[in-house]
């Protein structure tokens, strides 16, 4: 072939870490909603007012000068209100000053724990489907993702064939609840069973936690944080953007062991170094003077995601049961025959409602899967308009 005519090579670009990686589906999906006009219930956050408080909180800091770097690990009046609101969840109360991290999201908690600790070689478990920042995360590890299906109906863990995928080269586990995309949440039984699987082993616990406040029906949020022995090798990760309806605002926190926090903390400091400052005063304002909002989150969800499946049911979208987060699947399968990506831009497209193909999460979709994520964290002036729309189809 004719150099011209063959692919072009720039000496100046190296191979991509990431060949497999591109735009994010929510990114795509976001982009697509508003080109043409969709009410947009695919990437998650929420459309609502964040709390006064917190917004007050966030003004006060920054005029009162507090606008230069914090501390690399967290402001310490913030680690000690996240130790205390541990405490009050959990029943367990972490070091403020050797096992609290501040971040900047979730995301960069996820990041630094498995660029912290996962050796070039090494393989970590994930749970398909699995939330797309995971694996990226293990790829610039130099470390290998291995994919264990999670039961095609409810989500839930099948321990034993996450015990078959262990090998001499696992080096950590990761998990999520409530679970993105599913909703679905680990029981005691779980816990136990996870406990039970790890005694022993070199393994890590990675625990992907950023939904903890949003459970419904009562139910307990089973952390990790909750049980001795899976603490003792885990990072977990929480969200204040999910807590405090602000994913904008990109803060989080890790809660891990100290041995395991000081190798998070040196790839925290040199990716952001530090978070968001004023942000750091206002979430510590927040805990310590509105404890009934993130003892409250689930209470406060569960209105909008009962309104929204039964405005669902005027719909042939069949709802799949919400224990957690605040993302609802829909099989979507008497509506249409389209594989989910092709399907979701065809809905956003034709019929002005985004949503979030579930294939994306999967490193093999099951075949014939007709599901899709609607995001109900929205005003119900934004639900009512979707569902105007899904009702038509
Ligand atoms: N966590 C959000 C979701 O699941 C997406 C965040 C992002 O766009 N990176 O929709």
Redesign the pocket.
Known sequence: MPAETGPRIDPLVPESRLPRVGT????VM?QLAAEHGAVNL????PDFDVPPRLVGALSQAMADGHNQYAPAHGLPALREAIADKTQDCYGYRPDPASEVTVTSG??EAILDAVMATVHPGEEVIVLDPC???YEPAIEMAGGTAVHVPLDPQGFAPDWERVRQAITPRTRMLLVNSPH??SGAVLGVEDMRQLEALLRGTRILLLSDE?YEHIVYDGARHESVLRYPGLRERAFVVSSFG?TYHC?GWKVGYCVAPPALTTELRKVHQYNTFCTFTPAQLAFTRMIREEPAHYRGLGGFYQPMRDRFREQLQGTRFRPLPVPGGY?QLVDYSQVSDLEDAEFCRWLTIEHGVAA?PLSPFYRSPPAGQRLV?L?FAKNPSTLDAAIERLEKL
């Open positions: 994010t589906i929510f990114t976001s695919g990437q998650g956050f979730g995301s939330y797309d920042c993105n995309p950023v999910k994913t993302f979030i994520r995001c």
